[in-house]
Every structure is written in structure tokens, then in C-alpha cells.
């Protein structure tokens, strides 16, 4: 999303008296950062909790270690229970975890090689789940996925919001 449209995007949230929020672990913040770059974002982003390791994901977003033994820190079960303990923790309208495999090393498999990228959001009393496979070095995997969650904002926006 070029300034233009990002800001378009805050507007629109801003408009319609939308916060958000962000749980981030492989993005590591850049979705915040990229997100206060827009106009408006002040009114708009309650705030982002970089959640990197297992330990932060249990301690300040109160995702399960049995969960995190069974399925990973990099997964869709964990990245909903991120989900869940942002919306508790902060309340936006729309809340936004992410997670993922950004190199090698962590619980990459044939079936989830690195780049597999899962994002969680809960709006209107809605949730929804993604899963994504980027490819790249790292820090072009965290950028795609930074631009993938704009897109689904103003998805989100478009198809529940627009009254």
C-alpha cells in the first residue's frame, strides 16, 4: 500500500471510529511502524505488542503452553490465542495477530516450510484466520506480510464496515 492508500485506509478508520491493534511476532513491530506513517494514525492505533518469543506470548497475551507444545509458536492455533489475549488486552474494534516463519530454525516442515505466514483478526464479532506463504529473505517475508494485513484491513473495511 503506497501513502496514499494507507492514509485513505486510516481515514476510513478513522471515519467509522475504528481502533486497532496489533500482537506481532515475526513482523516484530513493522506493522505498527509502518502503520503510524499514515495521517490519522494516532486516532486509529490503540497499539501493537511485539510478542517474539513463546515466553512473551504466554506472559502478556496469555497463550497456552500446552498449545504452544502441540501445534508451535508458529501456527494458526497459537496465533488465535494471540488474537484473543490482545482483545482482552486492549479492546480495539479490530484486533490483529501475527506469526510465522520468517528463516530457518524455528518449526519449519514440508508442509510448513519457512515463509508460512498466519495472521488472526477479530472485528464486528468476527474472526478470521490466514494462511500465507511468502517467499524472499526475512525481512521481505515481514514486509509482505505487513502489506497482506493492510489488504485485509481494508478488506475487513470494505466488506463490513462500508454502511
Not at 90 to 112: F, N, Q, R, V, Y
Amino acid at each position: 500500500m503506497n501513502q496514499t492508500e494507507l492514509t485513505q485506509l486510516m481515514m476510513s478508520l478513522k471515519d467509522k471510529e475504528l481502533t486497532v491493534a496489533f500482537a506481532e511476532s515475526c513482523t516484530a513491530g513493522m506493522l505498527a511502524s509502518e502503520f503510524v506513517k499514515a495521517k490519522g494514525s494516532s486516532d486509529v492505533l490503540l497499539g501493537s505488542a511485539v510478542v517474539y518469543q513463546p515466553e512473551a506470548k504466554k506472559k502478556l497475551l496469555g497463550v497456552k503452553q500446552e498449545t504452544l507444545d502441540l501445534y508451535t509458536a508458529e501456527s494458526q492455533q497459537v496465533t488465535n490465542e494471540m488474537v484473543m489475549g490482545l482483545k482482552k488486552l486492549l479492546g480495539a474494534k479490530i484486533s490483529i495477530a501475527t506469526t510465522g516463519l520468517a528463516g530457518e530454525g524455528a518449526s519449519e516442515t514440508p508442509e510448513k516450510p519457512v515463509g508460512t505466514m498466519f495472521v488472526s483478526m477479530l472485528y464486528d464479532g468476527k474472526a478470521e484466520e490466514f494462511r500465507e506463504v511468502f517467499k524472499g529473505n526475512s525481512e521481505s517475508m515481514r514486509k509482505q506480510l505487513t502489506e497482506y494485513v493492510f489488504q485485509k484491513i481494508q478488506g475487513v473495511l470494505d466488506q463490513h464496515y462500508s454502511r
